[in-house]
């Protein structure tokens, strides 16, 4: 049994919803973004999205696009990205996943990335602009290393496309909460309940909601609806906006609100 479906697993038994935080890599710098992963472990979220910067992101918002763009300013890479997960996997077991466009894990090649994600002790990649219908090397690369690539549904797919990612979907789906790009919102999609339940009809596999949560009302509105939410613009503003002297309490008191939340 996998990382993944322990965290889940254990959520479902104990009636709560998983909590997971995405950061970008090297915002505000390498260093930092360290800081930050081990604040939200700290806080109680048990997973984390390590977010691999990209020049042209497709689905980010402006929040995101900007960390990316300071990463790359830092000269952060995939190899960094990598080093990233080592370091926290030797510290923690809470699940990693690596996350990014497509492009920067084309360039290195599927059968590489997965060696060294699995060598670095990632559990698996999303990458939001790569199709399930285009997603077959990267499939056969990653299942081969046991690592997992996790599909997105969205309010917008047809029943093709949920009928296809839930026929071969494991550990969870990505359910995006909206249609846009990603960023924190005030309040919930009126048709997220009915997306839900409309995904929940086809699939007992985890569902988690991610883009547009960003407070602990949010993730209580959740609860008996998902498996799991993933927080991210959200986070990356308070990294990016906070005093350094105070950012990695700070972060760690802000995922401990939405822990909380989430029972």
């Known amino acids: 049994m996998s990382r993944l479906d322990d965290i889940f697993n254990a959520a479902r038994k104990e009636k709560r919803i998983v909590v997971s935080i995405y950061l970008t890599t090297g915002h505000p710098d390498l260093d930092a973004s360290l800081e930050l992963a081990r604040a939200a472990l700290a806080g ?52 990693m996943l690596l996350m990014g466009s ?56 047809d029943e093709s496309r949920v009928k296809m990612v839930t026929g071969f979907a494991r550990s969870f789906i990505y359910c995006v909460a909206l249609t846009g790009t990603t960023g924190a919102r005030t309040e919930m999609d009126a048709g997220l309940q009915s997306f839900l339940e409309r995904v929940r009809a086809r699939t007992e596999v985890p569902l988690v909601v991610g883009f547009g949560i960003s407070s602990g009302e949010h993730v209580a509105h959740l609860r008996g609806l998902a498996d799991g939410v993933i927080i991210g613009s959200a986070f990356v503003r308070l990294a990016g906006e906070t005093d350094p002297n105070d950012r990695a309490a700070a972060a760690e008191e802000y995922v401990r609100g939405l822990v909380a939340a989430s029972r």
Do not use: K, Y
Request: aromatic share 4%.
């Open 102 to 157: 497509a492009n920067p894990f084309l360039a290195s090649g599927w059968d590489n990335v997965a060696e060294d994600a699995r060598s670095a002790g990632a559990d698996g990649l999303i990458v939001p602009d790569l199709p399930p219908e285009e997603a077959g090397d990267a499939l056969t690369a990653l299942g081969a290393r046991d690592l997992n690539l996790i599909q997105m549904l969205a309010p917008t797919s």
């Open 44 to 95: 109680g979220a048990e997973m984390l999205e390590i977010g691999v910067p990209f020049s042209d992101p497709l689905v980010d918002g402006p929040v995101i696009q900007a960390s990316s763009h300071t990463a790359l300013q830092n000269g952060v890479t995939l190899a960094d990205c990598l080093q990233f997960v080592r370091t926290l996997r030797a510290e923690s077991d809470a699940p």
